[in-house]
């Protein structure tokens, strides 16, 4: 069925006359529905409503779902805020009043942009546009996204070269020489006006001169944008370009090129889930904000972040440079410095109001604990002493401030003893000593901290000016001594809200990263006593968001507790259906979360974390 719009408008300047003219904008019914609601799909360059039509039968929306044809041969060529003007007026036959749903494919997500402008300043309400893989032309691409994406491109074209027989590489060189140079001229050279010439005799032509003269402006409210995972034919990705027009954007990645998009049957069925997932969100708001806080390179925080958009959240990040998430196109990142950092994450989140605040290792924790952020200001001795008294089964744990309080302890507890530091991770800041002469070079190791050269080999290398900040205000370690238990080491993450446990993932750890050092290899297990241990433990702490607990199973298979993590731990981002999916649990908090199903015979599954990162 074809449902057509008829609008006036003046011919351009290549017409021959200055007169009216009746011009017919096809919208074609991609797909028919009940009800009011309506989708307008917006097309690429080469104009055919057809070409969205897989993606319309994919998508699960209530309503209609149209698709707009551009207009023919030449008059297509007038600018693309002059094609807006033609599709609002389509639009306005079918559906003449908002709230209006918007999704542009490729040239056509420029288009859906300015319909969203046009409609915007004729006061109708809109949801947020979605814009599929959309890129406006490199002459206005922000610098560093501009000089990126050259590079990529020229290294994956010589990669291509350097296969090829001699002749053809030969060959192959100099068209790609061409056309760089081309890049570099167009990228500084002035454009002539988009005039409708008989030359340009292809819808697809006309809407290429079109784009080539579009200057994308502020769009100033949210917009959704879906990009491909595969950036070879651009050479970067579209949210660079989109990040600086839109200030609320959100962005989800789908497996595949441009073309693969609106072609291979495995991409559109991605794509239409995603589709269906920002039209829903349209429909209740903005999803929620996650707001992550590093201040190390961890690659098991960028699981994290693409564990938290797959459920549903956008996510920010307060994180060093160069950090793995610079990779992952949906995170907004912002800048860690190493002067008062604390007040930049004041700032941020006075200014982004997130739904939930996520530290992940121990230095992010005393920031949030700094502004006032919610997080257990509790040292791990106290932490311990809590647990204890509401019944779970943990080794006594006491601050040793001084030799003779160590020996003190040494002779209540006897050996072995853990000697661990507040504020460590991961296995560091931890010693396990068998006597005496060993236990006073643990604990004279541990209150010395890091040497001055470690300290800035790791501000300088790894940029985690973390010692540096201790140093310069004299920060003293906090030593503490616990009684050893023997056995194999576990661990469950949790999601909480106020105290309240929504879902839990505990694992036995089969392999270390290096000697006390974090989990490498897992299992997943069910363990009673480890998730009624946490849930007592929570219920005093009253925390929210992810937690970390870590324990202790003895030759006859009974928790220990060793240690409370307040913060993200890596195996927070492990998923296995409801109860025992953490980040699901805390998505399901928020509207438009769901809850999955559990995941069947996931007990006894063995993870490599480090293939996950």
């Known amino acids: 069925m074809n449902d057509t719009a008829t609008l006036e408008f003046e011919d351009g300047p290549t017409s021959t006359a200055d007169r009216a003219r009746t011009a017919v904008l096809p919208l074609e019914l991609l797909r028919d529905g009940a009800g009011d609601k ?39 060529a007038e600018a693309v805020d002059r094609q807006a003007s033609y599709a609002v007026a389509a639009l306005r036959s079918i559906q003449p009043h908002g709230p209006y749903r918007l999704v ?22 809109l949801e947020p546009p979605i814009l599929i893989d959309a890129f406006y032309d490199q002459k206005f691409w922000p610098a560093k996204a501009w000089w990126i994406g050259q590079a990529r491109r020229t290294g994956a074209h010589i990669a291509q070269i350097r296969r090829q027989p001699p002749a053809m590489a030969l060959r192959e060189f100099a068209f790609r020489a061409g056309r760089l140079a081309q890049r570099f001229l167009s990228r500084w050279q002035a454009l002539p006006p988009v005039l409708g010439t008989p030359a340009e005799s292809t819808i697809a032509a006309a809407n290429s001169a079109a784009l080539r003269a579009y200057a994308p402006s502020l769009y100033p409210s949210s917009l959704a944008l879906v990009e491909a995972a595969d950036t070879t034919m651009f050479g970067c990705r579209p949210s660079d370009l989109w990040r600086p027009i839109s200030m609320k954007l959100v962005v989800e990645d789908i497996a595949g090129d441009h073309l693969d998009l609106v072609r291979d049957p495995k991409s559109l069925t991605l794509l239409g889930r995603a589709v269906d997932r920002h039209l829903a969100q349209g429909e209740g708001g903005q999803p929620p904000l996650a707001l992550i806080i590093t201040t190390f390179r961890w690659p098991a925080t960028a699981g994290l972040a693409a564990s938290l ?39 941020l989140v006075e200014r982004s109001d997130p739904d939930l605040v996520l530290p992940c290792d121990e230095p992010a924790l005393d920031m949030v604990r ?25 080794p006594p744990m006491r601050r040793v401030d001084t030799l003779a309080e160590l020996d003190k302890w040494i002779e209540e507890h006897g050996f072995p003893v853990v000697l661990k530091t507040d504020g460590s991770w991961g296995g560091r800041g931890v010693a396990i000593v068998n006597d005496r002469p060993g236990a006073v070079r643990a604990w004279r190791r541990l209150a010395r901290g890091p040497s001055p050269l470690g300290i800035i080999k790791r501000a300088i290398v790894n940029g985690n000016p973390n010692g540096l900040r201790n140093l310069w205000n004299r920060h ?74 870590d324990f202790i199973l003895d030759v006859e298979g009974a928790a ?4 409370v993590n307040a913060r993200v731990t ?39 974390l480090a293939a996950l990162d």
């Open 38 to 76: 309506f989708v307008f799909l917006f097309p690429g360059a080469g104009g055919e409503a057809s070409e969205l039509a897989p993606l319309a039968e994919r998508l699960t929306t209530p309503g209609r779902i149209f698709g707009l044809s551009y207009l023919p041969e030449g008059q297509s």
């Open 104 to 125: 542009g494919y490729s040239f056509g997500a420029i288009v859906a942009v300015e319909v969203a402008r046009q409609l915007r300043r004729a006061g109708e309400c």
């Open 309 to 347: 958009t797959r459920a549903g959240f956008r996510v920010a990040a307060l994180c060093p440079r160069r950090h793995p998430m610079r990779r992952q196109s949906n995170p907004v990142l912002h800048h860690l410095p190493w002067l008062h950092p604390e007040r930049t994450l004041k700032s």
């Open 370 to 394: 700094s502004i006032g952020g919610a997080g257990s200001d509790i040292s791990r001795s106290e932490m311990i002493d809590i647990a204890r008294a509401a019944g779970v089964d943990a």
């Open 476 to 549: 003293r370690p906090c030593i503490n001594a616990q009684a050893y238990v023997a056995g194999r080491d576990a661990n469950v993450a949790l999601a909480v809200k106020d105290g309240r446990v929504l879902a839990a993932v505990a694992v036995e750890v089969l392999e270390t990263r290096y000697k006390n050092g974090p989990a490498r290899i897992v299992r997943v297990i069910d363990h009673p006593g480890i998730v009624a241990a946490s849930t007592k433990i929570m219920e005093q702490l009253h925390l929210t968001g992810l937690v970390g607990i």
């Open 560 to 563: 220990h507790l060793i240690e």
């Open 570 to 608: 890596p195996t927070c981002r492990l998923a296995f259906g409801s109860g025992s999916d953490p980040v699901g649990a805390l998505r399901s908090l928020f509207p438009g979360g769901t809850t999955t199903a559990p995941v069947p015979n996931s007990v006894g599954s063995i993870i490599d």
